[in-house]
């Protein structure tokens, strides 16, 4: 018996794929010599190995192997059999890591760019046929940029093309650094990159990462030859699904946005439909305006009276926030809230505009100026998105202006997300004693039995629903019928935008509670809205 295995292993030895027998826990009970130098390990009987056998049949496949020196790869066959008289298996491995990494090699080639080890133009075809595939199923829009380097032949032309190659790897890098881990760079070949952006909530996100991609383009490369070379990018936008939904229609249409992009001088993005471009141009334009307004403190507060409809007199103010800007003068908060909301800059304004306006409260209540609430707008995604019942108490305390005298307003969309996180902030300033009014009230989704569950105390009727009165009846319906459901779940009524005494005649009959309007007072600098305050103390009607 002993000799014919000696002389079984002497037939195992002549042979380079490797043979092994393991027990059913993996032990090894007899290993050839290819075994053991495939494995990189001697000896290897008794040792335990972590191969992954089928019990149930004769297998196939193929394995990585983790050897001390690297990885290795083994096609593997295995089949049950009985050793000594125990159960186990027997195991051939043969070495294919050459063919696997000829494989890989292949891979890369086939999809990769060599130059950059980004994705080639034929990965990015297999991507983005995907992402339309997915993107539909999800009623989403994606966005695929065309990027072309502005002055690359230049320095290809003086530095070299080891220069320009050089160059190349660092744009690709740049450009990688810009993008979130889920969006794609490719490179086409030359000097022409594609990057596509999935998943985009809005048509000028492609705009903003094009403005970035390019700004950090635009700064000095350091190459060995050179540490100051200068290129630029210009970039072409298309939209799935506004301009196409297949891969070559996108592709072209990026390419005849990035000509109007270069036409333009260079240097800049463009949409396939131009206006596209112009408005998100605008927006951006706007969008670095107002962060620099907001540092430069070019941010006013206004403040609007709201006027008992009964006794005609002051009992409030909502303080709206208004941009004086050196250039264009006076701008009103609806030219660029809405920016200020999109770009989450509006965080920042809000906090600004709560400090201050409780601040002039403050010193109102100080002067023994009859002011008893101060209305503060806060939008829905500084109610959402950061702590305002942190915020108000904080101000609260730093301005000494009583919580009960300060009313937020909130929008219906920003009491509709979100519903339980809602509830515990309203209950919160609530608590603090701070009043809540639903601003703009009609436009949204909510019902009012649906209000009802939230603590509120003001209901502002849209200005959209009295600007017709007496005109359209149907207004006057809603407007009546708002006023007394809200009396009936126990809030004050408020109508904004009155500009007639028709109109002040009509909500009075209603028994609306409290009014807002050009007929009374626009919004006024601090100082004009502190002489009416005053003119009201003396004892007369404004
Ligand atoms: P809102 O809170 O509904 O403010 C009332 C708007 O109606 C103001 O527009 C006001 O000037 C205007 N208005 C008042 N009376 C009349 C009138 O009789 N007729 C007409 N046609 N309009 C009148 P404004 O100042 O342009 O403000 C627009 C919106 O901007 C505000 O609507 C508010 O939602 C927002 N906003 C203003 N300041 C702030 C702020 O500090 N934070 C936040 N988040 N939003 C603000
Ligand atoms: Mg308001
Ligand atoms: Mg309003």
């Known amino acids: 018996m002993a000799t014919q ?18 027990d059913s826990q993996g032990v090894v009970l007899y290993a050839n010599q290819a075994a053991e130098t495939l494995l990189a390990r001697s000896p290897l009987t008794g040792q335990s190995l972590a191969i992954p056998v089928n019990p149930d049949k004769n297998n196939y496949q193929d394995i990585n192997l983790i050897r001390p020196q690297g990885i290795a790869w083994a096609e593997m066959r295995s089949a049950p059999l009985e050793w000594d008289g125990r159960p186990g298996y027997v195991i051939a491995l043969r070495d294919i890591t ?40 999800e009623g989403k829009q994606l966005a695929l940029l065309m990027l072309d380097l502005d002055r690359f032949k230049a320095v290809n032309d003086n530095l070299g093309h080891l220069a320009g190659d050089e160059l190349l790897q660092q744009v690709a890098e740049r450009i990688k650094n810009r993008l979130r881990d889920v969006d794609m760079v490719a490179r086409l070949g030359g000097d022409e990159f594609i990057v596509l952006l999935e998943d985009i909530p809005h048509p000028d996100d492609a705009a903003r990462v094009a403005e970035k991609i390019i700004k950090d383009l635009s700064k000095p490369f350091k190459l060995t030859q050179s540490d100051d070379v200068r290129i630029g990018a210009s970039i072409g936008i298309s939209l799935y ?4 939904d297949s891969y070559e229609i996108l592709l072209d249409y990026a390419d005849t946005a990035l000509y109007h992009a270069k036409d333009n001088g260079r240097g800049c993005f463009a949409y396939f439909s131009e206006d596209l471009t112009t408005s998100a141009r605008r927006r951006i334009e706007m969008e670095n305006r107002l962060r620099r307004a907001v540092q430069q403190q070019e941010l006013r507060v206004f403040y609007q009276p709201q006027i008992d409809i009964v006794s005609g007199r ?27 909301e999109e770009t989450s800059l509006i965080v920042e304004i809000g906090e600004w505009v709560l400090r201050e306006a409780c601040r002039q409260g403050r010193l109102w209540l100080d002067m023994e100026l009859p002011l008893l609430t101060m209305a503060v707008n806060v939008s829905p995604h500084q109610f959402q998105r950061s702590d305002i019942s942190a915020l108000a108490a904080k101000v609260l305390a730093e301005t000494h202006f009583p919580a009960g005298q300060l009313e937020l307003e909130i929008t219906e969309s920003g009491l509709m997300e979100n519903q339980d996180k809602t509830m ?24 009012l039995a649906y209000l009802k569950r939230f603590s509120l105390d003001v209901l502002k009727i849209d200005k959209s629903f009295i600007t017709e009165i007496p005109f359209n ?35 009075r009959q209603t028994g609306c509670d409290i009014y807002q309007g050009f007929i009374a007072s626009p919004p006024l600098p601090a100082k004009n809205f502190a002489d009416l305050l005053s ?4 004892g007369n009607r404004i």
């Open 241 to 244: 699904p506004q301009h196409g």
């Open 473 to 507: 009846t149907d207004d006057m319906e809603i407007a009546a019928t708002i006023v007394a459901m809200g009396h009936t779940l126990g809030f004050k009524v408020l109508a904004e935008g009155v500009e007639t005494t028709e109109q002040l005649d009509f909500l």
């Open 5 to 22: 295995l000696s002389k079984l292993d002497l037939i195992l030895n002549t042979i380079t794929d490797g043979v092994l027998v393991v």
């Open 314 to 340: 002051i009992i409030g103010a909502e303080a709206l926030v208004h941009w004086q800007d050196p250039i264009d003068g006076l701008i009103r908060p609806s030219c660029f809230i809405p920016i200020a």
């Open 98 to 137: 050459e063919r696997k990494s000829a494989e890989e090699e292949i891979k890369q080639l086939a999809f990769y760019d060599l130059l950059t080890k980004l994705p080639n133009r034929r990965l990015l075809q297999e991507r983005l046929k995907h992402s339309i595939d997915v993107e539909r199923r």
């Open 424 to 447: 515990a902030i309203l209950n919160n300033l609530h608590e603090q004693g701070i009043h809540l009014a639903i601003d703009d009230f009609g436009t949204g989704y909510s019902s």
């Open 535 to 538: 003119h009201q103390r003396n």
